[in-house]
């Protein structure tokens, strides 16, 4: 049973590019969250996708934006990248979104701004 | 708003000796409760969760955890640690009975000694 799939792993962009990352949550899994995990820090809530609307959003600015598919899988795009855009980025699936259910991560897309 | 504090960035221990990670919640509602550790250059993984009942909780990996309503804390023990438990773990919260997001803590690096 393939757990939670993002692509690319690792990814080098310069300030004010554009970046689209990818996510394949988990089978029978329906909720799709990105967080934001920066270098000796927790993970931060970006926004969490339900039904193919955003359901919830952290105190992330628009550039941050995203959408999720029919099959439920999702992209995170980024525009006008900084340079304190670098981190890890990590998506996590779950049923309906309930944190009682868990959530189950993928192992993250290292994106590196220069 | 409900927020997390680990109260240590980083804990060595010598290896087989007992193990105490703390974490202290902040809710003016009642919340879920985890403990998610992330190994070198992977996502999270969940190693235990509080949902109601009782107070002691067991995970994977011989962990378990203790919620303490009067003293706001969910501090993570494991008798007798390994090398292989090497890795950062964060404490995690959400509100109970609704699709809310998952709030993580900055984590608290645990480093074995051999």
């Known amino acids: 049973d393939a757990g939670v799939t993002q692509s690319p792993t690792h990814l080098i962009k310069t300030r004010g590019q554009q970046v689209t990352l990818r996510c394949s949550p988990k089978?029978?899994?329906?909720?799709v969250s990105w967080y934001q995990q920066a270098l000796g820090q927790g993970p931060q809530f970006i926004f969490q996708y339900y039904e193919e609307e955003e359901r919830q959003r952290g105190n992330f600015p628009d550039r941050f934006s995203g959408h999720q598919y029919p099959n439920y899988s999702s992209e995170l795009n980024v525009n006008a990248l900084l340079l304190g855009d670098s981190a890890l980025y990590l998506c996590a699936s779950s049923l309906d979104g309930r944190g009682s259910y868990g959530y189950t991560f993928g192992s993250g897309t290292r994106l590196t701004v220069v | 708003a409900q927020s997390v504090t680990q109260l240590d960035s980083q804990v060595p221990v010598f290896e087989e000796a007992p193990v105490e990670l703390r974490c202290n919640y902040s809710s003016s509602v009642s919340v879920y409760l985890f403990w998610y550790v992330q190994y070198p250059n992977q996502g999270l993984q969940l190693l235990l969760k509080y949902l109601s009942g009782s107070t002691l909780v067991k995970g994977i990996n011989g962990f378990e955890a203790e919620f303490n309503k009067s003293q706001t804390s969910f501090h993570l023990r494991k008798p007798s640690v390994h090398i292989s438990d090497t890795a950062e773990y964060f404490c995690?919260?959400?509100?109970?009975?609704?699709?809310?997001?998952?709030?993580f803590g900055k984590g608290t690096r645990l480093h074995i000694l051999p």
């Open positions: 089978s029978g899994h329906d909720t």
């Open positions: 995690a919260v959400s509100v109970m009975n609704r699709d809310d997001k998952i709030i």
